[in-house]
């Protein structure tokens, strides 16, 4: 490592002072060497006009950035942001003020932030100067998925979150740059409205922990997978992990704490909070392994396709791809979860598998382009949970059952007085419960006297839905056995669910549809995007 220059704190989607290992090290190294620190943020153009990135996740980047620099000038050196490709940053930082050596935690994303990073390393090792990447959550990159995780996981989650440090050796001189309120001018993208959107940055995320372990636990297990409950039952910490205003061992060490505070109290007092804490570290464990799946593979942003499913399905197959992402299917759920999308860039985790699905099978879109929309809505959009799940959820990888939701049936289990959809579709809230979840099946004087005509009040549907998951389970059937597959698919028809299992994803299918248990356990898979 050089001994002149500063010792610079990249940070990217770890927008804290707290839990930040390579900031503590920076900073030990800095005052040895009797040199500064620069914290140092870099944005850049062509990550933010990426397809896969929205001004939503600006908006909460921003609010982050702004408190890391309130957080960071209070103990003596605030967050520096500087624009451009990093390469070129880091270069014009060296010419000026020289680089001691280069600090960040290691980034799980896309192919564009491997090669992003790829370049950086290059660049530091011609010029001779040591980049120390910090893992995390017992993610290690290029490990097969899967190896020695639950160990690494453990080692991780039990030691206990680190301080912010409680000085920074400033680095003098330098201005810290303007945070910009919006990126249009700088990436010439149409504004990103998104008035529902949680708030960014350290402060809100504690709070939102706090809210969660307080209070939303005994809703928790019940309402989490409703979308008219969800909102405030689930605890709302995906964005803030995403993004990294709150690390994962900083949650980890909240749900312990108050599971060993309510450990023990009466049943009668704890209720189901114990219970719901479990769920939820579960969750987070889980969402660990998926971000490790990633790093298995990081030069691309997609498990395995079979080969079976390439090119099968439509990219916008009449108009489905636009009726869809605008909230109109004439499907009430679907299309009041993708206006609640558009508006707060959230959903609860069934709902995000349930329109990645519906898409999927019922429209026969092909996931990459459906994935996209839905990356671009999602405040919290992590790239290692994503992908690998927009695949699954739309079964494209070949060994899993494919989870055909019934839109219908998913309304009145999920919104059973329809007051979700009635809140999202303003033109069906006149019409009686009983037909709420499915307009089309309301006799003409009913849709009448609510005042809907269908195709000008509000969407008929782009097809019925049992008729159209079917249609789906039939063209892959074909598919599968084009491709040298067994030729049929194993059916589970239900109200809720038609599951259907491909040739090698569980044994040898049954001779005809056999009908499914209505309650069965969880899958972890079926957890969708977020928990």
């Known amino acids: 490592m050089t001994t002149s220059g500063l010792h610079i704190v990249w940070f990217k989607r770890d927008l804290r002072s707290a839990d930040h290992a390579p900031l503590l090290a920076a900073v030990a190294a800095a ?123 453990s080692r991780a989650m039990a030691s206990a979150p680190a301080a912010s440090p409680a000085a920074i050796p400033p ?14 001018r700088l990436i010439d993208r149409v504004p990103d409205i998104c008035p529902g959107r949680q708030s960014g940055g350290r402060r809100a995320g504690e709070a939102a922990m706090q809210r969660f372990f307080d209070r939303r636990l005994l809703r928790y297990r019940r309402g989490m997978a409703s979308p008219a409950m969800a909102g405030d039952a689930c605890s709302r910490l995906s964005p803030h992990l995403a993004w990294g205003t709150l690390s994962t061992r900083e949650v980890m060490a909240a749900a312990v ?154 309304s009145e289990m999920q919104d059973p007085d329809g007051g979700f959809i009635r809140a999202m579709l303003p033109a069906l809230a006149r019409l009686p419960t009983p037909f709420i979840h499915a307009p089309w099946t309301a006799p003409h004087a009913v849709l009448t006297e609510a005042g809907i005509t269908l195709g000008r009040d509000y969407p008929a549907p782009i097809a019925e839905p049992l008729a159209a998951a079917r249609a789906a389970r039939d063209r892959l059937a074909r598919a599968l056995r084009a491709a040298g597959g067994a030729g049929d698919t194993a059916m589970t028809d239900t109200p809720e669910l038609i599951a259907a299992t491909p040739p090698g994803g569980g044994g040898a299918p049954p001779a005809r549809a056999r009908p499914a248990p209505r309650r069965r356990k969880t899958d972890p898979r079926q957890l969708g995007f977020d928990f």
Request: charged share 25%.
């Open 171 to 184: 680095a003098t001189g330098i201005e810290p740059g303007p945070i910009p309120d919006t990126l249009d």
């Open 31 to 153: 005052r040895e060497a009797g040199c500064g620190v620069l914290p140092l943020y870099i944005l850049e153009p062509d990550l933010w006009r990426r397809s896969d990135m929205s001004g939503r996740q600006w908006g909460f980047v921003r609010e982050a950035l702004a408190d890391l620099r309130r957080d960071l000038a209070a103990r003596g050196q605030p967050l520096v942001l500087r624009a451009g490709p990093a390469v070129n940053v880091l270069a014009a930082i060296r010419r000026a003020q020289g680089i001691a050596g280069l600090w960040s935690h290691r980034e799980t994303g896309t192919a564009w932030s491997w090669g992003r990073d790829a370049a950086v390393a290059a660049w530091a090792r011609d010029q001779g100067i040591a980049w120390v990447e910090s893992g995390h959550d017992g993610v290690l990159r290029g490990a097969a998925d899967g190896a020695g995780w639950p160990a690494r996981w």
């Open 257 to 410: 704490r108050r599971r060993d505070e309510l450990r023990d109290l009466p049943p009668a007092i704890t209720g189901d909070r114990l219970k719901a804490i479990d769920a939820f570290t579960d969750r987070l464990r889980w969402r660990g392994r998926m971000i490790q799946g990633l790093e298995a593979r990081p030069d691309s942003p997609h498990v395995t396709l079979d080969p079976a499913f390439e090119g099968l399905r439509g990219t916008n197959t009449a108009g489905h791809l636009d009726a869809w992402s605008r909230g109109e299917t004439g499907w009430p759920l679907v299309d009041a979860c993708m206006r609640a999308l558009a508006r707060d860039g959230w959903l609860p985790f069934r709902m995000r598998a349930m329109v990645m699905a519906v898409a999927s099978y019922h429209l026969w879109l092909d996931f990459r382009p459906v994935a996209l929309v839905l990356a671009r809505r999602f405040v919290d959009y992590e790239p290692g949970i994503h992908w690998a799940q927009a695949q699954i959820q739309a079964g494209t990888t070949g060994g899993q059952v494919f989870r055909m939701y019934n839109p219908v049936r998913q």
